[in-house]
C-alpha cells in the first residue's frame, strides 16, 4: 500500500502546557508559537491550568505544577521522609502508583472531550512529557497517545529531568515510581515526534532513551512592535527589596536579569556584576554624553539597581530567593523586583495602571545581564537581543555550542567552569575577579559609546534572526505537525 500523502491544509492542533499565560520562556514560546499559526490561519487551541476566562480553550486546573496538591504530591514522591508518616515503604509506593493513575483519569477524559468536540489533530505538548512537575497530567497524555494512534504528538522537552542543577529534585526512593516516569516521560512512540531545543538535549535524549530527537531552536517574532511603557511610573511602582527604599530614578542605571529566579539562572552572578558596576561611579559620572542608550546623567545620587521583572515560580524557589536576598544586602547593592506588577503582553490589558507588560520591561532597563548556569535554550537573550539591549552573560554551555555564533556582540563573565564558590549563603557560585574587572571594562565602554552601544545591539538582532526568527521556525513546527498526524 503507498504512503498516504503528507497533509498540507491547517491541521486542528492544541498546544498544551502546564502555565499558557505566564511570563517564563516556555509559556513565552507557545504564545509566540501561537501567534504565528494564528497569523498563517491553523486553527489553534489551547490547553492549561491558567487560561483566562476570556480566552478558548481547555481549562484544567489538574495540570498546574504550582496547585497544593500538585505540591504535596511531588513532596511525596521525592522528599517522603519530609512528608510521610513511618509507614511500610511498599504500601506507600503501592498508594502513591494508585494516587498518580486516579488523578490521570479525568485529565484524559477532558482532554478527549475536547478533541472530539474541536476535530483536533496534533496536541504539541511542552514538558509535561520531560519533566515530572505533575506525573498525572504526565500520565493521561501517554496513555491518550497509545490509544489513539491516528493522533499526532509533538513532544516538546525545553527541560529533561536528569540534567541540570534541578536534577537532583526529581529523584525518588520508590523504584516502581522510578520505572513509571522512565516510562512514559520522553516515550518513544510511533505516533510521537520528540523536539528538543538544543544539540546537547539531542545527545542526552539518545544516549539516555536511544530516541533520535528533532533540534528546533526557540523562536521569537523579530518583528514585534517594542512594548510602550511608561518607564518613569515602572520604576516609581517597583519594589525595593534591597538597599536604599527611595524609588528608582530616570538617572539610576537598570541592570535586568529578565529570567525567573530559579537556581539555574545563578542571579547571584548578577548581584556580583551589579555590586562591581557600582564601584565604577567615577567613571559613570565622568561619562561626557551619558550613559546608556537614554543617555543618563549619573550623578552622586544616582544609583545601580539590578531589577528581577519576574515572579513565575518564585513560591518553587523561595530558599533560594532568600539566600539571594541575604547576599544582596551583603553586597551593599539596590535590588528592585517588579514581578508582582508584571504579566504576560497576552494577559495585558491597554490601560492598565497596575501591571505592566513583560516584554515592555525591557525598555526601562539600560543593559542586561544573564548569567545562567545551565538553560535549556535562553529565551531571556533572545528577548534582550530583540529589544536592542547589550548583553552581559555567563557563556553557559548551550550558548557555547549553539548560540554563540549566532549573538557577535556581548559581555562575557566567563563560562561555568571558571566560577568559584562562597563560602557562605549556601555555595553560591563567583565569578572570576580577573574575567569581573575585564567585564565592567567593557561594560563602561559600551554604556559610553553610544554609536558603538546601538551597532552592537543593532548586529545581534539581525544575525540571531537568522537562526531564531519565528517566520522560520514556525515552518519547521508546520513539518512536523504534518508527519506526526496520520489520516483518518
Not at 489551547?46 to 496538591?69: F, I, K, N, Q, W
Amino acid at each position: 500500500m503507498p504512503n498516504p500523502e503528507p497533509f498540507t491544509a491547517p491541521l486542528a492542533t492544541l498546544q498544551v502546557h502546564f502555565d499558557l499565560f505566564a511570563t517564563d520562556g516556555v509559556s513565552l514560546q507557545a504564545q509566540e508559537l501561537t501567534s504565528a499559526l494564528t497569523r498563517l490561519g491553523w486553527p489553534i487551541y489551547l490547553c492549561a491550568s491558567d487560561l483566562p476566562p476570556e480566552t478558548a480553550g481547555l481549562v484544567l486546573p489538574e495540570l498546574s505544577y504550582r496547585s497544593a496538591e500538585a505540591l504535596a504530591l511531588r513532596r511525596r514522591i521525592f522528599a517522603p521522609a519530609s512528608y510521610e508518616p513511618a509507614r511500610d515503604r511498599h504500601s506507600v509506593e503501592s498508594d502513591l502508583l494508585e494516587d498518580i493513575a486516579a488523578r490521570a483519569v479525568p485529565i484524559r477524559r477532558r482532554v478527549e472531550q475536547h478533541i472530539r468536540e474541536h476535530d483536533i489533530r496534533v496536541l504539541h505538548i511542552r514538558n509535561l512529557m520531560s519533566l515530572p512537575y505533575n506525573l498525572p497530567a504526565t500520565l493521561a497524555f501517554y496513555e491518550l497517545a497509545l490509544a489513539r494512534p491516528e493522533l499526532g504528538f509533538v513532544l516538546q522537552h525545553h527541560d529533561l529531568y536528569w540534567e541540570g542543577p534541578n536534577a537532583r529534585n526529581f529523584q525518588t526512593p520508590y523504584r516502581r515510581v522510578a520505572e513509571l516516569m522512565s516510562r512514559i516521560m520522553c516515550p518513544d512512540l510511533p505516533n510521537a515526534r520528540n523536539v528538543v531545543i538544543n544539540p546537547i538535549a539531542a545527545e542526552d535524549l539518545r544516549a539516555r532513551t536511544g530516541i533520535e530527537g528533532v533540534v528546533v531552536p526557540d523562536g521569537f517574532d523579530f518583528e514585534r512592535e517594542r512594548s510602550s511603557i511608561d518607564e518613569h511610573r515602572f520604576r516609581n511602582d517597583l519594589e525595593i527589596l534591597v538597599g536604599d527604599g527611595t524609588s528608582v530614578s530616570a538617572e539610576d542605571i537598570v541592570v535586568a536579569m529578565p529570567a525567573r529566579v530559579a537556581i539555574n539562572k545563578a542571579i547571584e552572578l548578577a548581584i556580583q556584576f551589579v555590586g562591581a558596576l557600582e564601584k565604577k561611579r567615577a567613571s559613570l559620572e565622568s561619562a561626557p554624553d551619558g550613559v546608556g542608550s537614554r543617555r543618563r546623567r549619573f550623578s552622586k545620587e544616582s544609583r545601580v539597581v539590578l531589577l528581577l521583572p519576574q515572579g513565575a515560580g518564585l513560591d518553587e524557589n523561595v530558599d533560594y530567593f532568600a539566600r539571594l536576598l541575604a547576599y544582596a544586602r551583603q553586597s551593599g547593592i539596590t535590588l528592585a523586583y517588579a514581578g508582582n506588577a508584571v504579566v504576560a503582553d497576552r494577559q495585558y490589558v491597554p490601560g492598565d495602571t497596575e501591571h505592566y507588560p513583560f516584554y515592555g520591561t525591557y525598555q526601562a532597563a539600560d543593559i542586561v545581564c544573564y548569567p545562567p548556569e545551565h538553560e535549556g535554550f535562553g529565551n531571556q537573550l533572545i528577548e534582550s537581543v530583540w529589544a536592542r539591549r547589550p548583553l552581559v552573560l555567563l557563556e553557559y554551555p548551550v550558548f557555547k555550542r549553539y548560540l554563540r555564533d549566532h549573538v557577535p556582540h556581548y559581555i562575557s563573565l566567563g563560562d561555568v567552569d571558571q566560577l568559584g564558590q562562597l563560602p557562605d549563603f549556601g555555595g553560591l557560585h563567583l565569578l572570576d575577579e580577573k574575567i569581573l574587572d575585564a567585564a565592567l571594562d567593557r561594560t563602561l565602554t559600551v554604556l559610553e559609546d553610544h554609536g558603538l552601544e546601538a551597532r552592537w545591539t543593532e548586529e545581534n538582532a539581525k544575525v540571531l534572526r537568522e537562526l531564531c526568527g519565528m517566520d522560520a521556525v514556525v515552518d519547521r513546527y508546520i513539518d512536523l505537525y504534518q508527519s506526526a498526524a496520520r489520516p483518518r
